[in-house]
């Protein structure tokens, strides 16, 4: 079967090759890919910047943001062939350390989780998979090709739980949300605010385009200048840029009491100048909470699948703009202007879409 694998940390590595079908060892239920999405974990990896192969191997194959259709599955189990079904990404530690023995992977400890696609574990981009019935999530069979935004929405699902967590250490009844950047994960943490019944704002460099538009389209409010001009001191900022800058003035603008959570990973290597007595008063002043969130365990895939099945179904598939088929694969890792969510199609996705 055909795969997009890449040697991590080699720029340029990619290439699509022919690989054996996947072993039965990793699980029952083989599932035919139909879509893979692309973010920036990917370009990173592609660029060499990040990524793992598996122990004794040169080579891993891309893709932890799926959706594929069950061919095989154990006759009796929860999961059934013709399923639409998304493959978690990560696994958890073999020590296990105290919350990988929970089942809460992503607060891992000890780094030695794997995650497909990204460490040490094959990714989702081959024509075929293997899983077993605990790392699988089911789909709204409605949702057809959309069914591929649950991987990035199980993100911020977790971080909207990171959020409610900590705020709810006081009285907690949250009013509005700035989210910063309007990537993917920016707009799936709006849609997320905007089924919490909140005020949503949102924040990106972008001027126009279909950012501003999809934005509008939730009933949120788009802008595009400092974080000053927004007028509002928000109970909960959602950063998705990972834009040193941007995170420290946000820092600087969360309302009394509310709390930031961090999504994007920054490059590192960035100084900028910051007072940082005044920010830190301000932070102690007002009880303000900054909390880094990444991964997400199944209880997260779980609410991010509720929560992708009752969105507006025109709305989610306006947030994939392109889709590319396996073999331009390469076309869908240049990056245009208007680009939200670039998704690899592995098998034809008519009769799911
Ligand atoms: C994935 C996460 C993963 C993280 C770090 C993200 O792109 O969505 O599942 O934990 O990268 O590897």
Redesign the pocket.
Known sequence: MKALSVIPLQAGSATLMDVEEPPTSDGPILVETLAVGI????IEILSGD?GWSPPGRERLVLG??SLGRVLDAPAGGSIKVGDLVVGI??RPDPVPCANCAVLEW?FCRNGQYT?RG??EHDGYLSERYRITADFVVKVDPDLGVLGVLL??T??VAKAWEQVDRIGGRAHWAPRSVLVTGAGPIGLLAALLGVQRGLEVHVLDRMTDGVKPDLVRALGATYHSGPIADVGLSPDVIIECTGVSSVILDAMGHVGVGGVMCLTG?SSGGHTINVDEGALNRAMVLENVAVVGS???NRRHYESAAVALAAADHDWLSRLITRRVPLEQWSDALTRHDDDVKVVIEVAPTRGVA
């Open positions: 973010c920036g974990t990917d990040y932890h943001e990404v990560r992503d995650e990204i460490k991987e990035p199980s993100v990973v990444v991964n997400a």
